[in-house]
């Protein structure tokens, strides 16, 4: 039978674990704060209304979880996406890449397969903005278009 020894502590980063776990052990079944600080308090020197127009400005940059953000802001009334459709990467999402061993071969693939309606498919196509922005308007006037839009 042979028998282990303990890991000696080589840091303070080391203790401050151990301390904290010896902390959450005394104290099974129990909330237990493991930091000595129970509240913090931030205070603003201005506090801004609520805004009630939200423009967003979307291009084939967005992709993955930008697009799932968009999905879940245009719900509201008060957002309206801006530019041109997303890149159209959420419907196979979390991809892995495996290498061969020799380094010549590499395999993607996805991890998580959305099964939104046949008919709801977004990949290769991205989310549609609420206003295009073609190419009339160059791109450094973005923001600018976008504000006049959304105080007129």
Known sequence: MTTQKALPLTSGFTQSFKEKYEKLQSRLSEFV??????????RFDTVYEYPKNIGIIVNKGCASSTEQFLLEAKQSKKVKVFGTNTLG???????YLAESPCKEF?????????LWLPELTFDDIGLQPDFYLDKSIPKYKWVEFVDGILNQ
């Open 89 to 95: 990467a959420i419907d196979i999402s979390n991809m």
């Open 106 to 114: 590499r395999l993607h693939y996805c991890l998580t397969r959305r």
């Open 33 to 42: 704060n493991p930091y000595d600080n129970n509240m913090f308090t931030y």
